[in-house]
């Protein structure tokens, strides 16, 4: 049976790892719809108060005008308590007009409760515990707690005055604390969903960051691969071309190196979109030696230093790619060194060339070519020095240090 590494036999890989991120983003989806009807479900709940205090109200005889009256006030009252709890909840920062209105509304809101419980309230004030919740899921953690905490001594001092310091001292679990116990569970819920807020922002922004890194590795690699690969297929198709009428044998020989070039760019390229391709320095110095020889340029090879961590053996393998593709595209050189040596606890890289350097003295702060700016970045990541420069003598020089 065949082995399906096309386009299909990708999708088919992929399906299982689709579907579970689809089902994954359903359930978000999910409990994100819970959460925003939970809220709103909560915030009408506690109108059973004002629709037991309405209730009440009726039934004590009150003048058609203080009816009127009350009804009006409690009106007035739920609407700007919805309003706020609906409309401010979990904010944060709100801009200066939207803050000048929440900040009308929550006047309004305890003005008006201080007047239903003047008018017509009695016992224990608890029209203020609106006020409350709608303080605690609107303002910021300290404005909200000394809100709640002036709200706490104003409906002690109006219970006081109605039933006196001794029952508000025998009663206080039943006059104080419930304001204290709403009061400050309302702000943790406040300051809790405004947390998981920002960890989903950040989340979001460390997934954007990654697959904005991992296109440019992508990049990066492409351009590495198939700069290197091409260049010599190139350099093969001239040099076949040229031994074609005199040498046909020759020429079936680099027309063989091409195919064999292409296909082992083919499977770079493949292994690079799967993730897995690392090139090795054996394999790049062996590379560079038969690419620039078949460029005509004379290539001499120093290498002092033995096994090296995977790590610092790829970023090398990179500059010895990078380095040879630039000789070869640029230099119009004759000789090229590369040099390979360990001095402490630093491994260097340095690939020189007697061609025609930088074409202008500002290039040399400037590395525009995204192969070489691509390698800078590689070192960097590798806590290395990138240096490309050209020697008083001529020519071009790459370095790279980095450390073990």
Request: overall charge negative; glycine content about 6%; charged content about 20%.
């Amino acid at each position: 049976m065949s082995h399906v590494t096309g386009n299909d036999g990708l999708s088919n890989n992929r399906r299982p790892t689709d579907s579970a991120g689809a089902s994954k983003m359903a359930t978000d989806a999910s409990h994100r719809h819970l959460v925003l009807l939970a809220w709103p479900l909560f915030a009408v709940m506690w109108l059973v108060f004002p629709i037991a205090s309405v209730v009440d109200m009726l039934g004590t005889g009150l003048t058609p005008v203080r009816l009127l009256a009350f009804l009006a006030s409690m009106v007035a009252y739920v609407s700007v308590y919805l309003w706020l709890v609906l409309r401010y909840p979990f904010r944060g920062e709100l801009s200066p007009p939207e803050r000048r209105v929440h900040v009308a509304l929550l006047v309004t809101l305890a003005a008006l409760a201080l007047y239903l419980e003047v008018a017509f309230g009695s016992g224990i004030p608890y029209q203020f515990m609106f006020v409350v919740i709608a303080a605690a899921v609107t303002l910021p953690t300290l404005p909200a707690a000394s809100a709640v905490v002036t709200i706490m001594a104003l409906t002690s001092g109006i219970y006081a005055l109605r039933s006196g310091w001794d029952a508000l001292s025998s009663t206080w679990e039943s006059a104080v604390a419930p304001f204290a116990i709403v009061g400050f569970s309302m702000i943790i819920v406040n300051r809790l969903v405004l947390t998981v807020r920002e960890l989903r922002a950040a989340r979001e922004e460390i997934t954007r960051l990654a697959v904005a890194e991992e296109r440019l590795r992508f990049a990066r690699d492409l351009h590495d691969l198939l700069g290197h690969s091409l260049s010599s297929i190139t350099l093969k198709s001239e040099l076949a071309g040229r031994l074609l009428p005199v040498a046909p044998d020759k020429a079936a020989a680099e027309v063989r190196d091409i195919e064999g070039v292409a296909r082992n760019a083919l499977r770079e390229v493949r292994e690079a979109v799967a993730g897995y391709r690392q090139p090795t320095l054996d394999e790049e110095l062996a590379s560079a030696q038969q690419i620039l020889e078949a460029a005509g340029i004379a290539c001499q090879i120093e290498r002092s230093v033995g096994v090296l961590p995977n790590d610092v053996d790829a970023v090398l393998a990179w500059t010895v790619r990078e380095g040879t593709t630039n000789v070869i595209r640029h230099s119009h050189a004759k000789h090229c060194e590369i040099c390979l040596m360990q001095e402490s606890e630093e491994i260097h890289a340095e690939i020189s060339d007697d061609g025609v350097g930088f074409s202008s003295p500002s290039d040399e702060t400037n590395v525009n070519g995204s192969g070489l700016s691509g390698l800078a970045e590689r070192v960097a990541a590798s806590s290395g020095k990138f240096e490309a420069k050209t020697p008083s003598g001529g020519g071009f020089s790459l370095r790279v240090s980095l450390p073990l």
